[in-house]
């Protein structure tokens, strides 16, 4: 049987080696547990956190997309109202045009009657 040397304290039993003992199987502390338990609430967070995200990911690329539809579809609109206000435009002076030449003749035809009365 060896003794203890204070001068040798790696000798102690605080300081021998564990070599060849396994751990005792026993019931881990309730912090472990808890800790345990956290880590994998928070493991189960992040997966839904990063699902959540691909998803957010995936709307956001859909809006760009329906927003770059819908600006180029109201660019053409309004080119297309554009378009609309210049032909009005030609169609009331072609209009006022027509009405000043039906007045000029109707003029004319007036005072060829007139002529023909006296």
């Known amino acids: 049987m060896a003794f203890y040397d204070p001068l040798r304290p790696n000798d102690s039993p605080k300081h021998q080696s564990s070599e060849g003992k396994s751990p005792a199987p026993g019931p881990t502390s309730s912090t472990e547990v808890q800790l345990k338990y956290e880590n994998d609430r928070l493991k189960l967070a992040l997966a839904h956190s990063s699902a959540n995200a691909k998803k957010w990911e995936v709307e ?7 927003n770059m539809r ?4 109201l660019q053409e609109s309004t080119a297309n109202v554009d378009e609309w206000k210049r032909q009005l435009h030609s169609y009331k002076e072609e209009n006022q045009r027509l009405k000043s030449k039906y ?14 009365f006296i």
Do not use: M, R
């Open 60 to 66: 956001l690329a859909t809006l760009k997309n329906n």
């Open 103 to 116: 007045i000029e003749l109707e003029a004319a035809k007036g005072s060829s009657i007139v002529i023909i």
């Open 70 to 73: 819908l600006t180029s579809a």
